[in-house]
């Protein structure tokens, strides 16, 4: 396995374990969960796009056949997972929307073996078991409460979309296509999507009033979602899906401690082991096999 794919790939997740804090700036600044997204998408499209049109213009060229992988990849993988997840964290609570939103590894093994032929080994399985009992462990045991049928629903086709968004991207990369270039269009297909759904005079207005929201919100698109999901791709190149989905289990890990880091949230002894069994399924991944 590809040392480099794995760090891209733990880079990804630990940027992506850190978004709740990052958010909750601009949330306080004043900015809802859809603007909040919106801007992600946005910024990374515009970016990359730019930077491509003064390095090098040729990898903007995609063949016209190809486009329908990006407009999965970007409606779908991206647009479509963030309005899920908001939906979902908006009806019950964060940590089973994550609890959730973490079965998507199952997913990408699944579609992994019956599109790219994947192995399904005893290996992965292991890993991937010990990984969702740690995510449980350390985002909160669900409680005895019903949870609503929508928010399940809602929440396990945020976990589908999250895992096309891996199968289209790798699709992308065996059409030869580069990540920036795969970003780059699939974000900016998802910012056609998520715009439209937001309130342009609420933005102007937080803008306006605070001018270093401008600053949160490049920060947020540069360096919790340009740069991790450019890692992501990069990733891809070298490591099948199911296993990069297992290692991307980094990101309840980091949320967890910077909880503990940034807001004293409470070290018990559950979330010690369940941070423990995702580091355990991580060294179970990278141990060599002859397959």
Not at 61 to 69: E, G, L
Request: proline letters at 3%.
């Amino acid at each position: 396995m590809n040392r480099a794919s794995q760090f891209f790939i733990v880079y990804a997740a630990v940027s992506w374990g850190l978004v709740g804090v990052w958010s909750r700036y601009l949330s306080a600044a004043g900015f809802s969960f859809s603007e909040m997204a919106a801007a992600r998408c946005f910024i990374t499209a515009v970016g990359l796009f730019a930077f491509l049109l003064l390095t090098n213009r040729e990898l903007i060229k995609i063949n016209i056949k190809d486009i329908w992988v990006f407009i999965l990849d970007g409606g779908i993988g991206i647009a479509l997972c963030f309005i899920c997840y908001f939906i979902t964290a908006n009806t019950i609570t964060l940590s089973a929307t994550t609890i959730l939103l973490y079965t998507a590894p199952y997913m990408v093994m699944i579609l992994s073996a019956a599109i790219f032929k994947e192995k399904v080994t005893l290996q992965k399985i292991g890993a991937l078991l010990i990984a969702f009992t740690g995510c449980v462990m350390t985002v909160g045991i669900i409680d005895n409460s019903v949870l609503p049928l929508g928010g399940i629903l809602s929440g396990l086709s945020a976990a589908l979309c999250y895992a096309l968004y891996t199968i289209f991207g790798k699709i992308a990369l065996h059409k030869k296509y580069t990540p920036i270039t795969i970003t780059a269009y699939s974000y900016g297909i998802a910012s056609i999507i998520l715009i439209p759904l937001c309130d342009m005079r609420a933005i102007a207005a937080v803008v306006s009033e605070t001018g270093s929201s401008i600053l949160y919100l490049l920060v947020f698109g540069i360096f919790f979602t340009l740069l991790p999901y450019l890692s992501y791709m990069k990733g891809l190149e070298k490591l099948d899906p199911g296993r990069a989905s297992i290692i991307a289990f980094a990101e309840p890990l980091t949320a967890a401690v910077a909880g503990i880091a940034v807001y004293r949230e409470m070290l018990t002894p559950i979330k010690m082991l369940g941070m423990a069994l995702i580091l355990i399924s991580l060294f179970i991944l990278n141990i060599k096999r002859g397959e």
